[in-house]
Structures are given as structure tokens and as C-alpha cells.
């Protein structure tokens, strides 16, 4: 019989060290408190990890995994792990996304409560031996509306549980058509038209690069006065300054924050001394029965994989066998990229996605591929780790029509896959192609043909194909300190329309698309992220 070593970096309930230590196979051994670099020293000897918020898996750590096969997150969020050095090493990420939803989504309307009726505030008064009932005059949550900004497994229960509280919900959700939000008695509508009609805004979506500081200065500007806030998702997702300055200038009534930027938040934070401001210490998954349901899981789950080689909720591999990922690998890897790829170039609601295989590709399992492609297209979106089984099933749950075609012809690659997305305004298309056993490339957007490594920052021109551009491009970015390090260039014809591909070292700031824009030949400029 085989023996695997299991480490538990962090705490885990009673419950779930019950499930590991029944298995004659585990060894199981808990050293908490481990800083990166110490985590790293002693890795190699473990087969699986098991972790919650507090561990840090960087990339030195999982150089240094040399036996293992498998990281166990007990909860939803995998921010502490870099997924994509484990996915290189072949490690199965793991996370226990079902224990915690409820207990979030509760948190959240406590706060809501506790916000509206200053509870806080009135106790520490009561408590310091002051009786301010005038100082502490609430409003009613009855007949108010509530924007909900994510529409993920929290966001729809903080929802459901709204209405019945009689609230007026409405909500944002990219990738949630009207037919779905009706079924849930919810007014979709977009997040400009949110930000004004709401009078409490809760927001549910991942912290992802288009997340980062969703609710800014520019998003404050648009809310009506007296709006009410709150986050338990994760912090970064609302500008911690740019709230600071609402609440000051009493755009804002009050904000309730269980997540900050920085964990803990220093002492003197302003947020945290603000009189309209209550705040909890990252607590929206912290009750018995999470804790109790997400240790319970994640342990099931560690030891399906280590004795029947079983993959649930992982997040960055599908439910296949180790011979079937061999072949498989590479087509997952690019097809998850085309959908993060195509997410970036949709303005609205996704209706339906067609997912083609073409020349050796046609021949593969398609059902994991496709799972992969709508993970990469929804994962910036939604207040939830998607994986290769949940991805599929959000999907039509949304309202999304999904299509798969085969075509064993070869054209211009041997191993081709497409992402087609349709929405109400446009459809865009985008492929890629595997070349040798596992290197990929993204080869067309649209219409134009480029070949492009899927990895790192670039920057997407749409011009007309007139001499003088790329020179004038690269003087812009030269004198903003942006460093070229590969340029694609594809056209529709001689003297027509071109795109212009660059990949950049780094983020492009607004203002400098903003002056490649007044370029007269450049049409549109815009940043990508793969």
C-alpha cells in the first residue's frame, strides 16, 4: 500500500483531521505559521498540502515541491496560491467552494443591518456611558433598493435573502442574461444605471485585474447621496481612497467593510477610525458550520485523490486521468486562454459560445476543452472559483447557449481550436493552435492573423493600415517608459483596416492609450491580460 505525507499549514476543523487520520495511508503532520521561504524548505517532502487564507503558496514554494501532487483549500478563494506554477508542475489545485457561500452571503446582510441602524457605533456609546438615541436615528432596508454588483453562488443568495427582507434588488452581472436574472426576480441592468438608482450597493465578484478598483472616485461620482456600502468579497475591489473621500464629502453615508486591501489593515488605517464606517476582521466565512462543511470537504476530496486518483472542485485541471491530461494538457491550457482572451474584447452579455475543434483536435475529448474555454471567459466575473464542472453548468444556468463543432480538415495548423462568442451587439471569434507536443499560440482574433505567445500584458491597436503607425506607437510608449518586447501585426487587406498586436512589459496606463487614440490613423486602443 502506498503511504502519503500531508501537511496542514494552517488550522483545520476537528472534523476534517478525523477524515485524514482514518486513512491507514495519510500521514498527516501540522506546522501553522510558516512564512514562504520557511514553507519552501520543507515542501519536498510532502505529497499533498492542505491550506486556508493564511498560507502563502508562491512560485519558490512549488519549485520546490518536488513530490507533490496536490494543494487542498479549505474554502472558495485561491489568491494565496499561484495557480499558474502549479499547473505548469502538473500539482492539482483543489478548492471547497460549497461550505462557506450561506455563511458569506449572511455576513453580508448583517452588515447591511448593522449599517443601517448604526449597531456599532450605538453599543460603544452605550458602553463608554453615553444614552444618544437622537445621534443614532437609522433608516429602514423596507422599499429600499439594493445593487447587487456580482451575481455568483453569494451574490444571488445575498439576493433571494433581499427580497424577502422587501427590497428592490437589482443587479450586475456580465455574463447574466435577462432571462436568467428574471427567474431569480432580479432587474438586471448595467453597472452606470446601478451606481445611480441604488441606496445600498454590495459588491460580489472576484478581485481579478478588471475588479481591482471597480468602485472608484469615477463610480462614487455616479451614486446618489446618502448611499451605503459594503464589502465582504475582497479587498481592492472598491478604492479604499477613493471611498475615504465619499465619505468625507457625505456621498456616502456609511460603508461596512469585512475585507481590506492589505490584511490586517494598519492601525492608524482611516477607514478604520471614520465614525460611518463599521468593519469586521475578514469574518464572512467564519462560523461553525463553514468552517466545520469546508474542512470536511476539502479532506474528502484530499483523500479521493491520493487513493482512486479522483479530482473534484479543482481548479485549474478537469476530471480526467493522468494518461487523458497528457494529451490533453496543452488544448486546456490554450483553450482557457481564448476565453480569457475573448471575455476581453465582449461589451455585453454573452448569449451564446461555440467552441471549435479542427484538424488532430477534433479527436480529443471535447467536453474538458469547453469546460475550459468558459472558465477563462467567466472567471474575471463572478464572486466565485470556477472549475472545469462548474464552469458548463454557471453557464447554462445563465442563460448561455454552449456549441461545440468538429472539423477533422487541417488548414493552416494541425491542432487548431476556436472560441466563438455571441452577444446582442456583436460576435467576436478567436483561435489558437498547438504546435509539437505542448507549445501554444493564440494565431487569430477576428479577422486578422497573428501568432502570439498566451501569456503577459499587450496592448491591442485597431488601425487603419496607413505607413507611419508602429513608429509612432513606439515613440509613445518610449516616452512613457513602456518597453516593447514583441510586435504582431495582421490586416484585412493592402491599405485597409490592421491590428496591432504588442506585448509589453507591463500595465498600459490610461493616459497613454488615451494619447495613442489621438493618433489619427489609430481607431481604438485598449489593454489585454492573459
Not at 488550522?11 to 503532520?29: F, K, T, W
Not at 476530496?301 to 496543452?330: C, D, H, W, Y
Not at 484538424?359 to 471567459?377: C, M, S, T, Y
Request: aromatic share 4%.
Amino acid at each position: 500500500m502506498p503511504h502519503y505525507r500531508v501537511l496542514l499549514s494552517d488550522a483545520l476543523a476537528p472534523q476534517g483531521m478525523e477524515v485524514l487520520q482514518r486513512q491507514a495511508e495519510l500521514s498527516v503532520e501540522v506546522r501553522t505559521g510558516l512564512k514562504p521561504s520557511e514553507l519552501a524548505e520543507v515542501i519536498g517532502a510532502y505529497d499533498a498540502l492542505i491550506i486556508r487564507s493564511a498560507t502563502r503558496v508562491t512560485r519558490e514554494v512549488i519549485e520546490r515541491a518536488d513530490k507533490l501532487r496536490v494543494i487542498g483549500r479549505a474554502g472558495v478563494g485561491v489568491d494565496n496560491v499561484d495557480l499558474d506554477a502549479a499547473t505548469r508542475r502538473g500539482i492539482v489545485v483543489m478548492n471547497s467552494p460549497l461550505g462557506n457561500s450561506v455563511t458569506t452571503a449572511e455576513h453580508t446582510l448583517t452588515m447591511m443591518m448593522a449599517l443601517a441602524r448604526h449597531i456599532p457605533q450605538a453599543v460603544a456609546a452605550l458602553r463608554a456611558g453615553r444614552w444618544e438615541r437622537g445621534k443614532f436615528v437609522g433608516t429602514e432596508v423596507c422599499n429600499k433598493t439594493l445593487g447587487v454588483v456580482g451575481l455568483g453562488n453569494i451574490g444571488r443568495i445575498v439576493a433571494e435573502r433581499a427580497l424577502g427582507l422587501k427590497m428592490n434588488v437589482i443587479g450586475y452581472d456580465p455574463i447574466l442574461t435577462e432571462e436568467a436574472a428574471a427567474r431569480l426576480s432580479i432587474e438586471r441592468i448595467g453597472l452606470p444605471e446601478l451606481l445611480r438608482r441604488a441606496d445600498f450597493i454590495t459588491v460580489h465578484t472576484p478581485l481579478t485585474a478588471e475588479t481591482r478598483g471597480l468602485i472608484d472616485d469615477a463610480a462614487f461620482a455616479l451614486m446618489k447621496p446618502g448611499v451605503r456600502i459594503i464589502n465582504c468579497a475582497r479587498g481592492g475591489i472598491i478604492d479604499e481612497a477613493a471611498l475615504l473621500r465619499a465619505l468625507e464629502s457625505g456621498k456616502v453615508a456609511g460603508a461596512a467593510l469585512d475585507v481590506f486591501v492589505e490584511e490586517p489593515p494598519a492601525p492608524d488605517h482611516p477607514l478604520l477610525h471614520h465614525p460611518h464606517v463599521i468593519a469586521t476582521p475578514h469574518l464572512g466565512a467564519a462560523t461553525d458550520e463553514a468552517q466545520l462543511q469546508v474542512a470536511v470537504d476539502i479532506a474528502n476530496q484530499i483523500v479521493e485523490f491520493l487513493s482512486q486518483g479522483t479530482i473534484r472542485f479543482a481548479v485549474n485541471m478537469p476530471a480526467v486521468s493522468v494518461k487523458e491530461l497528457q494529451t490533453l494538457g496543452p488544448h486546456l491550457h490554450l483553450g482557457e486562454k481564448l476565453g480569457v482572451l475573448v471575455a476581453q474584447l465582449i461589451q455585453d452579455t454573452p448569449s451564446r459560445v461555440t467552441v471549435g475543434l479542427a484538424g488532430e483536435a477534433a479527436n480529443l475529448r471535447a467536453e474538458p476543452i469547453v469546460a475550459a474555454a468558459l472558465k477563462g471567459l467567466m472567471s474575471g466575473f463572478l464572486d466565485q472559483e470556477l472549475n472545469y464542472v462548474s464552469a458548463p453548468f454557471i453557464a447554462r444556468e445563465r442563460g448561455i447557449t454552449i456549441t461545440e463543432t468538429r472539423s477533422r480538415e487541417t488548414t493552416d495548423y494541425i491542432n487548431t481550436l476556436t472560441v466563438r462568442v455571441e452577444t446582442p451587439g456583436a460576435v467576436h471569434e478567436v483561435a489558437g493552435a498547438v504546435f509539437g507536443a505542448s507549445v501554444v499560440r493564440i494565431v487569430r482574433i477576428d479577422n486578422y492573423r497573428i501568432e502570439v505567445p498566451p501569456e503577459g500584458h499587450f496592448l491591442m491597436l485597431h488601425n487603419r493600415d496607413v505607413p507611419g503607425v508602429v513608429g509612432a506607437v513606439g515613440t509613445i510608449l518610449g516616452q512613457a517608459g513602456i518597453n516593447i518586447a514583441g510586435l504582431e501585426l495582421g490586416r484585412d487587406r493592402a491599405g485597409g483596416m490592421a491590428l496591432s498586436l504588442l506585448q509589453v512589459d507591463g500595465p498600459v496606463a490610461a493616459a497613454v492609450l488615451d494619447r495613442l487614440k489621438t493618433h489619427p490613423a489609430i481607431v481604438s486602443a485598449a489593454t489585454l491580460r492573459l
